[in-house]
């Protein structure tokens, strides 16, 4: 079953500014847990990209950004490339269901 | 920089056993902080945590597979494995095998993923 709800897709023309929303629950995002966000491209195994809510693995561009308030995760992408079309996933921890992931959300970029 | 690779046959029967082994090259599978893990991805559960384990021997499955599943680790050959018992068509799926950060839940490494259909 899906914990994080996130939306099908997200668009945007380069260089414009997208974010990705994450809702979780009490047990989940709420209940204190970090948030993480992955990045896959076709094909490929997912990458890290957003770790403990906030913060980038070495590596990963300044222009991912990760937040959270209440129940509700963010990744926000500024600048948008070409190269960051992809499907974006994020995670946490559920006190009743261990590891869970969102549903994916794909970036198109216009 | 360390890697995983998943081995394990690619068509399994309905009913039986799916058996996958993950080899850890370039680090050690003892170290300290890390879980190590299984998460299998398709389209219509997308991506699903499996189970993960220290290199003690403890283990944390998903409720909701836990009755058919055991994990294992071998330090001396640097390897964890995966057992999912009486698999059906809905067990079809690519397996990644995974370093997960302890306290903390990411995955920080990933394998190549393994794809396994059930048939």
């Known amino acids: 079953q899906f914990v994080l709800a996130q939306p099908p897709s997200v668009s945007g023309a380069p260089g414009q500014r997208v974010t990705i929303s994450c809702t979780g629950s009490?047990?989940?995002?709420?209940?204190?847990?970090?948030v993480h966000w992955y990045q896959q491209l076709p094909g490929m195994a997912p990458k890290l990209l957003i770790y403990?809510?906030?913060f980038r693995p070495s590596g990963v561009p300044d222009r991912f950004s990760g937040s959270k308030s209440g129940t509700l995760a963010s990744l926000a992408i500024t600048g948008l490339q070409a190269q960051d079309e992809a499907i974006y996933y994020c995670?946490?921890?559920?006190?009743?269901?261990?590891?869970?992931f969102g549903t994916g959300t794909k970036v198109t970029v216009l | 920089q360390l890697q995983l690779q998943e081995a394990g046959p690619g068509l399994v029967k309905p009913s039986q056993t799916l058996s996958l082994t993950c080899s850890v090259s370039?680090?050690?599978?003892?170290?300290?902080?890390?879980?190590w893990s299984w998460i299998r991805q398709s389209p219509e559960r997308g991506l699903e945590w499996i189970a993960y384990?220290?290199?003690?021997?403890?283990?944390y499955y998903n409720p909701s597979l836990k009755s058919r599943v055991v994990m294992s680790v071998d330090t001396s050959k640097e390897e964890f494995s995966l057992k999912l018992s009486s698999v059906t068509a809905a067990d079809t799926a690519l397996y990644y095998c995974?370093?997960?950060?302890?306290?903390?839940?990411?995955?920080?490494?990933w394998g190549r993923g393994t794809t396994v259909t059930v048939s």
């Open positions: 370039g680090g050690s599978i003892s170290s300290e902080n890390y879980y």
């Open positions: 995670q946490s921890y559920d006190s009743s269901l261990k590891v869970v």
């Open positions: 403990e809510t906030k």
């Open positions: 384990i220290y290199n003690t021997g403890a283990t």
């Open positions: 009490t047990s989940n995002i709420g209940g204190g847990y970090d």
């Open positions: 995974a370093r997960v950060r302890m306290a903390y839940y990411y995955v920080d490494i």
